[in-house]
């Protein structure tokens, strides 16, 4: 597993634990398309529900909606 540095200093101070880091960590691989909710939930042994907790928690978004996203789902309307 690849290790990502935290590069946000007020972050890190308020993560406490290795287990936080941890979880901050994937869960910004996941804000970067960089993993999959299942992925993060299988490295953290977690069920994908609890995984959209933690984004919730971290108040990182579940779903990024762009134009593009949006002109095809109006689209199917039409």
Known sequence: MQT???????ISTLL??????????LLKAYDRGELSIGQVATILNLPKVEVMELL?????????V???????EFSAFE
Do not use: G, P
């Open 56 to 64: 919730e928690k971290y108040d990182i978004a579940f779903i990024r």
């Open 16 to 25: 406490k634990t290795k287990l936080e880091i941890q979880e901050y960590n």
């Open 4 to 10: 990502i540095q935290i590069e946000d200093s007020f």
């Open 66 to 72: 762009d134009s593009e996203y949006l002109e095809q």
